[in-house]
């Protein structure tokens, strides 16, 4: 046998043997990602018996006790009944609402509590049921009469603060893109730590829900709230799963629909003066 054929046809032995198994680990690779993706992170959770709750601060529905690091609240309550449901104890890991729909997709979370749906979002990661409706509204410092509509905060000069990720965040560099926008990382410790920026006159003015603001107006008596008697942003607000989390998604639409059926909710929203949100609000 000529000894250059043969060198020659070895060598296109192993290229193509090199590609074969290239091939074959892409397809591995490819189905690892697929099959990641569709995690069943309600057998993971009755295995593990941990399901891993992402939570920001969000009084009423979310509280940390700055003494003992332990959450209270509406979606405490409800995370703790349906994980309890499943043979379960929730874990809760600090997140931000900017940061919160990541931590979900990247498993870092089996459920995120309390969001505002958004188109987004939802692009992100999948929502349950709503357990509460919710709008936007703003905070000034007292006395500043300046804005009387939406229209009015979308003018070149105004200075809006935001928390970064937050559904007033997210309309404000949607709707009013000819004011400056100042938007803070707030972290998971204070939520509503950006509306400093509005008492301290960096900013003209701060968006957030509408929980956000009148607890903040409630603490500090040199802003007040406006917008409040018609808020803006209107929004379904749900706990969220990764996407194609079906059997995960099925068992919290089902058990979320018990609990508002059978006076379980009402009772969790009485509990902590949480009634309103999902009754005052003309959705049209």
């Known amino acids: 046998m000529n000894t250059k054929s043969s060198v020659t046809t070895w060598a296109i032995g192993i290229s193509i043997l090199a590609l074969v198994i290239s091939s074959i680990v ?53 995370m703790n009944l349906m994980a309890k449901a499943l043979g379960a104890d929730a874990s809760y890991i600090d997140t931000t609402f900017g940061n919160m729909p990541a931590a979900i997709q990247s498993g870092t979370c089996d459920i995120g509590t309390s969001l505002y749906v958004t188109p987004s979002r939802a692009a992100a990661i999948d929502f349950a049921r709503p357990v509460l409706y919710g709008g936007d509204t703003a905070l000034v410092r007292k006395g ?31 709707n009013l893109t000819n004011a400056t926008i100042s938007s803070i990382d707030v972290g998971s410790s204070d939520q509503s730590r950006f509306l400093l920026e509005v008492t ?41 799963v990764r996407h194609g989390d079906t059997n995960l998604l099925n068992f919290m639409n089902n058990t979320i629909l018990t609990m508002q059926v059978n006076g379980t909710w009402s009772a969790i ?16």
Not at 151 to 157: A, H, P, R, S, W
Not at 269 to 284: D, R
Request: hydrophobic share 35%.
């Open 144 to 174: 500043d009469t300046r804005f009387k509509t939406i229209e009015d905060l979308n003018k070149t000069g105004v200075k809006i603060a935001t928390a970064l990720g937050e559904s007033g965040d997210i309309y404000a560099k949607a």
């Open 269 to 284: 929203e009485n509990k902590y003066g949480a009634t309103a949100f999902h009754q005052n609000l003309n959705i049209k």
């Open 200 to 240: 301290s006159g960096r900013a003209d003015i701060g968006i957030a829900d509408y929980n956000t603001i009148a607890n903040f107006a409630k603490a500090h008596p040199e802003t007040e709230v406006i917008f409040s008697d018609n808020p803006f942003n209107l929004s379904p607000d749900a706990y969220g």
């Open 26 to 78: 892409f397809i591995g690779t490819r189905n690892t990602a697929k099959y990641a993706s569709q995690r069943d992170s309600l057998a993971a959770i009755q295995q593990s018996k941990v399901m891993k709750v992402c939570v920001a601060e969000w009084p009423p529905f979310s509280q940390k006790d700055p003494t003992t690091g332990k959450y209270s609240g509406v979606d405490i309550d409800a």
